[in-house]
Structures are given as structure tokens and as C-alpha cells.
């Protein structure tokens, strides 16, 4: 019997966030829909675009949101209704702010301290408990005079894109390992 596991990646659409910190979660899933050989459906499709295959017997369905990133929550809520998924089978994949760029933690019900994102999809789902893939994006050292919230929407420099892409080729094996696929 083939298991469906959903990883949404949180993000913002349009050209403009395209490269920014707070897209690591769309960057993610491109990287993971290159790794896979998955084509994405970029005609959205109530508010996500997605792409699908199964790996081993397991059936994996990638999701960007089509909404901003602060209203991810009704999205996420009709994926899980539509899939009628267990919330241990949901992976959300996002930006932190609370770890360094160049790592990342895989936590199940464990997310940053403030993420709106995040907020809207706990206020949906009403719960936290699914699986959080914590991409690390601070890189201001001390340098803290803008907010957060302005930080994360300015784009990645180039050796910030680099770093990044090792974060994934390291959460990329993880993941497998969670999902319980073999790679090469």
C-alpha cells in the first residue's frame, strides 16, 4: 500500500521574492522537484501549484502556495482536507530566522519563535504538530537594525545562494531518511 507524504513549501509568488530569504521553502522544493525528475504543474490549481510522483511506495506531493506567505494557512488546510492526511505525513519547509544560514533542523511540532507563515497555518490547522524543515537564514551577524520582517524579503547575495544550496544537498539526505527513501 503507497503512503502519501505532502511537503508544502512556504514562500512568497511573484518575481520579487523570487531569490529572497523568506522563499527558502520554494527554493527547497525546486531543489527537491530537480533531485526527483518531478515537473511542477505551474498553472495554479485553487491558490498552489504542485507536482507529484512516487518514490519506492511512497506517494509525494509537493506544494507552493499561491497566496502570500502570511496566508499559507488556508492553502495547508485544504491540502490536508483534500488528501485527508494524518499531520505526522504533513512536512512544511520554511525559512527561520532562529538559526544561522548554512544549517537547518528537521523538528516535528517545533518551529521558530515568530514566523507568520507559520502562525496562519497553526491558526488553520489548529495544531503544530506536523514536521517542521527549519531552514536557516540569519546571516546578520550582529548587524540588527532593520526587522525581521524586512531582512528576510531582501535578496540572497550570491555566496548566501551558494551556502544555501549545500543546506539543501545535507537536508535533501535527511529528508530521505525521514521519508524512509533510498537514494543513491
Same mark, same amino acid.
Given at each position: 500500500?503507497?503512503?502519501?507524504? %505532502?511537503?508544502?513549501?512556504?514562500?512568497?509568488?511573484?518575481?520579487? @521574492?523570487?531569490?529572497?530569504?523568506?522563499?527558502?521553502?520554494?527554493?527547497?522544493?525546486?531543489?527537491?522537484?530537480? *533531485?526527483?525528475?518531478?515537473?511542477?504543474?505551474?498553472?495554479?490549481?485553487?491558490? @498552489?501549484? @504542485?507536482?507529484?510522483?512516487?518514490?519506492?511506495?511512497?506517494?509525494?506531493?509537493?506544494?507552493?502556495?499561491?497566496?502570500?506567505?502570511?496566508?499559507?494557512?488556508?492553502?495547508?488546510?485544504?491540502?490536508?482536507?483534500?488528501?485527508?492526511?494524518?499531520?505526522?505525513?504533513?512536512?512544511?519547509?520554511?525559512?527561520?530566522?532562529?538559526?544561522?544560514?548554512?544549517?537547518?533542523?528537521?523538528?516535528?511540532?517545533?518551529?521558530? *519563535?515568530?514566523?507568520?507563515?507559520?502562525?496562519?497555518?497553526?491558526?488553520?490547522?489548529?495544531?503544530?504538530?506536523?514536521?517542521?524543515?527549519?531552514?536557516?537564514?540569519?546571516?546578520?551577524?550582529?548587524?540588527?537594525?532593520?526587522?525581521?520582517?524586512?531582512? %528576510?524579503?531582501?535578496?540572497?547575495?550570491?555566496?548566501?545562494?551558494?551556502?544555501?544550496? *549545500?543546506?539543501?544537498?545535507?537536508?535533501?539526505?535527511?529528508?530521505?531518511?525521514?521519508?524512509?527513501?533510498?537514494?543513491?
Amino acid at each position: 500500500m503507497q503512503r502519501t507524504k %505532502v511537503i508544502i513549501g512556504l514562500g512568497n509568488y511573484g518575481a520579487k @521574492y523570487l531569490q529572497t530569504r523568506h522563499n527558502a521553502g520554494f527554493l527547497f522544493l525546486d531543489y527537491l522537484s530537480t *533531485k526527483w525528475s518531478l515537473e511542477w504543474n505551474d498553472i495554479p490549481v485553487h491558490q @498552489y501549484t @504542485y507536482s507529484q510522483a512516487s518514490v519506492e511506495s511512497t506517494k509525494l506531493i509537493l506544494i507552493k502556495p499561491q497566496t502570500f506567505m502570511n496566508l499559507s494557512g488556508k492553502v495547508v488546510k485544504q491540502i490536508v482536507d483534500k488528501y485527508l492526511l494524518d499531520l505526522q505525513n504533513l512536512y512544511l519547509v520554511h525559512d527561520d530566522l532562529d538559526i544561522p544560514l548554512g544549517e537547518f533542523k528537521i523538528q516535528f511540532a517545533k518551529g521558530p *519563535k515568530v514566523h507568520n507563515g507559520l502562525l496562519s497555518v497553526y491558526q488553520s490547522l489548529g495544531s503544530q504538530k506536523f514536521w517542521h524543515l527549519r531552514i536557516g537564514v540569519d546571516a546578520r551577524a550582529c548587524l540588527r537594525q532593520e526587522s525581521g520582517s524586512e531582512y %528576510v524579503l531582501k535578496p540572497l547575495l550570491n555566496e548566501e545562494k551558494l551556502l544555501l544550496n *549545500k543546506v539543501f544537498d545535507k537536508l535533501f539526505v535527511e529528508l530521505n531518511t525521514n521519508l524512509q527513501i533510498q537514494t543513491d
